[in-house]
T-cell receptor
Framework: DAGVTQSPTHLIKTRGQQVTLRCSPK?????VSWYQQALGQGPQFIFQ???????QRGNFPDRFSGHQFPNYSSELNVNALLLGDSALYLC??????????????FGDGTRLSIL | AQTVTQSQPEMSVQEAETVTLSCTYD???????LFWYKQPPSRQMILVIR??????QNATENRFSVNFQKAAKSFSLKISDSQLGDAAMYFC??????????????FGKGITLSVRP
């Protein structure tokens, strides 16, 4: 049973560029959430996708956008990259109609470095 | 908005001994969920233990247990018989009950736990 998979593992970009990160949820899960984790900090919620729609959004600018595909996989896009976007980007999956105490399952993350 | 505070940036424990990691949170909600996640250098967030706020009994998972004090809004994690593999960053997280099973997690800044052999 495959868990949450993210690609790529590492990515190096320069300021002003655009980047796309990818996530495949755990088998049986239909909801994907994205988090940004700066070095030495806790993860910050970016947004969540279910049924190919953005359901919740954290305090992130419009430069951060996403998409969910019919197979439940998801992409995180960041435009006009800033130095401050350097972070570990985590994807988490869950079942939308699961029990309230169900945990979100996390992937290993994508380490994004902006030069 | 809910906030989670982990005021101890680092903790150290001798192998086989017990350590307690502290967490406080702030919320106006009466029902919610609390979690402790472990993040080793491999980066993957691993669920350690969870607690439903409407349950008075403290959760326990093998060597891990919590001390949940709802009135004080405190949620500490106790690790007994510490092992070298417990060395990691530990995050306390909050999730609302009312905004649905998939509402966002709000994390604290984390505590780095080192285990001395």
């Amino acid at each position: 049973d495959a868990g949450v998979t993210q690609s790529p593992t590492h990515l190096i970009k320069t300021r002003g560029q655009q980047v796309t990160l990818r996530c495949s949820p755990k088998s049986g899960h239909d909801t994907v959430s994205w988090y940004q984790q700066a070095l030495g900090q806790g993860p910050q919620f970016i947004f969540q996708y279910y049924e190919e729609e953005e359901r919740q959004r954290g305090n992130f600018p419009d430069r951060f956008s996403g998409h969910q595909f019919p197979n439940y996989s998801s992409e995180l896009n960041v435009n006009a990259l800033l130095l401050g976007d350097s972070a570990l980007y985590l994807c988490a999956s869950s079942q939308f109609k699961g029990g309230g105490n169900q945990p979100q399952h996390f992937g290993d993350g994508t380490r994004l470095s902006i030069l | 908005a809910q906030t989670v505070t982990q005021s101890q940036p680092e903790m150290s424990v001798q192998e086989a001994e017990t350590v307690t990691l502290s967490c406080t949170y702030d919320t106006s909600e009466s029902d919610y969920y609390l979690f402790w996640y472990k993040q080793p250098p491999s980066r993957q967030m691993i669920l350690v233990i969870r607690q439903e706020a409407y349950k008075q009994q403290n959760a326990t998972e093998n060597r891990f247990s919590v001390n949940f004090q709802k009135a004080a809004k405190s949620f500490s994690l106790k690790i007994s018989d510490s092992q070298l593999g417990d060395a990691a960053m530990y995050f306390c997280a909050y999730r609302s009950f009312y905004t649905g099973a998939n509402s966002k997690l709000t994390f604290g800044k984390g505590i780095t736990l080192s285990v001395r052999p």
